[in-house]
């Protein structure tokens, strides 16, 4: 096995999980089966939800409203400009969870 492969793992039914390579250095991988539930509406504070709901009219702890504005949020998280208090900025992997999120279609 090469040093860019992991190890299979079991399935909670038992069977063998393929191998996944590595990620390239400086690449980010984005966790498989983000959920809103589970992952995204925690990754906003009540000063976001609130900050939002005053300035652009929407809320962040609505998942119909994050699923519209999900293209502007996930551009402004990923440049760094949000939050709107600059002291707490996505970490890369949230900012890669968002996206994997949206891609695949919002569950």
């Known amino acids: 096995m090469s040093a860019e492969q992991k190890p299979s793992e079991p399935s909670p039914v ?6 996944v390579p590595a990620p390239a250095a ?3 991988p984005a966790a ?14 009540d000063a976001d939800v609130e900050c939002m709901k ?3 009219n929407f809320d ?5 409203d994050v699923k519209k504005n999900a293209k502007k ?10 939050p709107a208090d600059r002291t707490r900025t996505w ?3 949230r900012v890669a969870n968002f996206k994997a ?5 919002f569950p």
Do not use: C, H, N
């Open 101 to 105: 999120w949206m891609d695949a279609g």
């Open 73 to 82: 949020i996930y551009e402004v998280t990923k440049s760094g400009r949000m």
């Open 91 to 93: 970490s890369a992997e």
């Open 54 to 56: 005053e300035k652009r």
């Open 32 to 45: 498989d089966g983000i959920t809103w539930d589970k992952d995204v509406k925690d990754y906003f504070t």
């Open 60 to 64: 962040l702890s609505e998942k119909e």
């Open 26 to 28: 400086g690449e980010v």
């Open 14 to 19: 038992g069977e063998p999980q393929p191998e």
